[in-house]
């Protein structure tokens, strides 16, 4: 992982090239693709489950009204689609035991 604590797309290709061997040029190219994928799947209105990892799960959000916290004025919120994630059980517990 970099020094930053956070898991890169080169973190991940790294990872790859010392696990499975490929170039580093290939690794790269598999992460890349391999996101892209779930990127396009996301795109296309699908929902992507990685066993023992998580879900992302699109959702409709229907319009609503907010308010402006400062001046109070209230504001039409436009429907709109989010991403969320959900862990999967072991991935849960996997984080769990390591605090």
Known sequence: MSDTGTLTR???AEAVHGSVGLSRAESSEL???LLGHMCDALADGENVKVSGFG???LRDKGERIGRNPKTGVEVPIAPRRVLTF???QS???KIAGSN
């Open 10 to 12: 080169a973190d991940l």
């Open 91 to 93: 991935m849960r517990q």
């Open 55 to 57: 879900s992302f799960i």
């Open 31 to 33: 992460v890349e693709s």
């Open 86 to 88: 959900r862990a999967s």
